[in-house]
């Protein structure tokens, strides 16, 4: 990079280099491949929120699988809400994820969860720190007491298929819906955290998706709602909505190129 600048403080010209976007993962098994793992070292611009640059933990969990198709999963890792959130960010359709999926998606966090899958039906519920809660402590300030749930139904084709967002590499016709629930609280009444762009103590609201996929396309659309309140007598004691809206799609009309489109739209109650 090279920056130019005629203010006087600083030097006229300025020259360096920098890694934007580092993950270094490992995955696999101990015991047998029933007990499986993964961690994610991040390196970033800016570690966290208002944080310095520097090393972090995305992914650092341990799985337990069934015979039955069950399975338990313990310690940071995506809470099982929005689609978008869910598929990796290696796969997504657009260069970022968007607007809408910022304002109410999870993220990583910290808890238990318990999932069954076969050939056509999938569930999952987990019971974390909350929304964006990771490499927290478990009994700071902000500490929440938090719900999330999801299900999948496969229509059509295969489960690998909405692996991505992108409709690279498909070759058959599938189809999926998905609907999910959260809700949290805060432990400390004086506390609010920001989700769906409310500062509330307290949320809960739910999302359903629909995503299609065909010979070298794709489509994908979601809502998502929430009501944030504060529930204390020193805040606002009111309620307030919010909710978004996306619809993406794209085809491949050569092997190597894409076109894409996407369309989203938000709203908070009384702003």
Do not use: C
């Not at 910022?102 to 076969?118: D, K």
């Amino acid at each position: 990079n090279h920056r130019s600048t005629d203010n006087p403080a600083e030097s006229g010209n300025s020259y360096g280099f920098e890694v934007r976007r580092f993950k270094l993962k490992f995955s696999g098994y101990v015991v047998d491949p029933s007990w499986q793992y993964k961690m994610t070292i991040v390196n970033t611009r800016n570690a966290q929120v208002g944080g310095a640059a520097g090393f972090y933990s995305e992914d650092a969990w341990i799985q337990k699988k069934m015979d039955n198709g069950m399975y338990m999963k313990v310690g940071q890792f995506k809470a099982p809400f929005l689609r978008e959130e869910l598929v990796s960010s290696s796969a997504q359709l657009a260069v970022e994820r968007s607007m809408v999926n910022n304002a109410f998606t999870y993220g990583w966090t910290q808890g238990l969860e318990f999932g069954w899958a076969n050939d056509n039906l999938s569930i999952k519920a987990m019971y974390s720190d909350g929304p964006n809660s990771l490499n927290g402590q478990a009994l700071n300030a902000n500490s929440e007491n938090s719900i999330t749930a999801r299900a999948e139904i496969l229509l059509a084709g295969d489960w690998s298929q909405f692996k991505s967002l992108s409709g690279f590499g498909n070759s058959e016709f599938g189809a999926m819906i998905g609907a999910a629930f959260q809700w949290y609280n805060h432990n400390d009444p004086s506390d609010v955290a920001e989700y769906g762009n409310v500062s509330g103590r307290n949320n809960y609201g739910f999302t359903v998706d629909a995503s299609v996929a065909g010979d070298g396309w794709t489509a994908f659309t979601y809502f998502v709602w929430g009501q944030g309140k504060n529930g204390d007598p020193i805040y606002a004691s009111d309620s307030v909505d919010s909710w978004g809206w996306v619809i993406q799609g794209g085809m491949m009309p050569m092997k190597d190129v894409e076109l894409f489109g996407r369309y989203e739209l938000g709203n908070i109650e009384d702003y």
